[in-house]
């Protein structure tokens, strides 16, 4: 700013120093000079710079850009050292830094929601959303964005049509419109690395809760989001899985965005209701829906059905979200009328899984502390799923009847099925059109074995990741788990043995073994960090620990047969107390295994 010299002083120096009036100059006196006979003598001129008034808007971008300066800082503090001076940083972003700024501004002001159609995106008034983001310097990038989308279009997207990106959609136009989706994505192509996969899942988790939990901001954006990367999370991977706290997020964002419901048809003395609530939960959002859902929308929902019902079999245990009329109008909708094979894709995998479900809700199969009694009422119902499933082999698609992902959940629900030859009674010799107990586990085999088959003839490269996934981790996990009752299994009627000849627990431990130790091979990167081989020192150890149960088995076998003469001492064999609760399917018992000292 120029400098200026005031061109008149404006008080005497007496005035000044009695910090009084100086007024009325007469004969270069002023009137308390005169008046008290002093010398009056005016203050030499001093130069002075303008100064610059701030405008009210630059104030507060001044204390916006203080208070974004401290986040960053905070955050960067938060982050781990790099070893060996390596920048691991993860990179959603690919744009430059000063595109990233303008990018972001544009996150409240999405386009592509569909949940807006229906007023249904939710913010709390109190939040910010500007002060939270998580991506990190885009110019760290060793990927290109671009190449990672064109990835997840040739090999994942067929395992989630539930999600529709179109394919003139470049990386820069997800990432605005579909922030979410697109940091999801980004992660879940990056399999090639698995340890910088972990820490673009962390980085996506951190961001998600940010928003979700601290913000209380929601969108169809972050569902979708959530539903890609938890399609592909591996709760192996973790110290603890974090996989039904996952599935708790997508029902909370299902509940709040009212996708499960259909438009609402208030009566005229019901008109109040709705702004009552709003009013009262101190929000301006509408608590029913008040426009038709979008397709995409019912295809998020058909999604969340599905990954409830078959990524985590705990969760499905006590699954909240159950099949109701507006899913299946929903389901209708999407097959009657697809708009492309994704569209397709999905409605098999949903009727499929809806058949799983009616076997879950049916009693067949409960919860491992429930008995299960078997009576009339179960085996007419036992058939009629039975004929359901069938029905639904036939009915296929000839381009999907040999399809590796339905073929893999068709076997699936057929073992949710047969597993219920446990619990039958036993087979009787006389001739009867009715399924008897050696049939049923003989089925049950079969499909463990068909499942078997097909798991592990997919090839790494063709469909990368997906042996792992959550979704066929569950039912690996089942195979094993039946597997293991099948070989146990003491009946007059089962002949166990058939089970160790054919394909038992020990035969499919290791190949799931040496399944791992390939993505290993392929996608640990790292010396120090190798995340696929944590998996296989975990099947390494259920081996071992299965095998000596089963001779422990074996040895009582014998005891009760006369004249067998037993060698060596039963209690080198003795088992954890661990085992006799061989439940695969539960998460604790993986992260609960003790050290590999115990094998020895």
Known sequence: MAEYVNPRAQSCQNCVKAKAKCYGHTDGKCERCNRMHRECLMQVPIVRKRKAGKTAYETHKTGRIAKLEGR??????????????????PVFTPESTNTLSSGLSTFPNQQTLGAEEAGDTLRDDGAGFESASTFPDPSRSTTDPDELLDVFRRKLARQVPFISVPEQMSALNLYRERPFLYQAIVTVSSY??????IDLGHQFL????????LQGFKNLDMLQGLLVYTTWYNGLFHARSQLTTLLGFAFTLLIDLHLYLPMANFEKHEK???????????????????????????????GCFYLFTCVSTTFCRYNPLQWTSYIQDCHNDISSAPENESDIYLAQLLTLQRISEGVRQSGLRSFPSQTRVWNAATGVHFKLLLSELQKFKVSLPENLKQDAHILMHYHAVEMYLFEIGFF?????????????????????????????????????????????????????????????????????????SNVQTTLDLSTVLDLAVTMT?????????????????????RMRQVKVRFERLLANEN??????????????????????????????????????????????
């Open 72 to 89: 960053l800082n905070d955050l960067v503090s938060r982050l781990p050292l790099p070893l060996n001076g390596e920048d691991t940083s």
């Open 192 to 197: 090639h690395d698995s340890v910088h996969q």
């Open 206 to 213: 951190k961001h998600l809760t940010e928003h979700l939990v």
């Open 272 to 302: 109040f209701l709705d702004e009552m609530k709003g009013i009262f939960h101190c929000n301006n959002v509408a608590w029913a829906r008040t426009a038709e859902p979008s397709r995409e929308e019912k295809r998020t929902l058909l």
């Open 424 to 496: 039958m009674p036993p087979t009787t010799l006389t001739d009867t059109s009715t399924l008897q107990r050696a049939e049923v586990l003989l089925m049950c085999h079969h499909a463990t074995r068909a499942f078997s088959d097909v798991y592990f003839s997919i090839d790494f490269e063709a469909v990368p990741f997906i042996n792992f996934s959550p979704v066929f981790i569950s039912q690996i996990y089942f195979v094993m788990m039946t597997l293991s009752k099948l070989s146990l299994f003491d009946a007059d009627d089962w002949d166990a």
């Open 517 to 537: 130790e390939a993505a290993s091979a392929r996608y640990d990167k790292r010396d120090d960090n190798k995340p696929w081989l944590q998996v296989t020192r």
């Open 555 to 600: 040895r009582d076998l014998a005891a009760a047969m006369p004249g067998t003469q037993i060698q060596g001492d039963s209690t080198d064999m003795s088992m954890p107390l661990f085992l006799n609760q061989f439940d695969l399917l539960d998460d604790r018992f993986w992260q609960n295994l003790p050290d590999d000292e115990f094998i020895a």
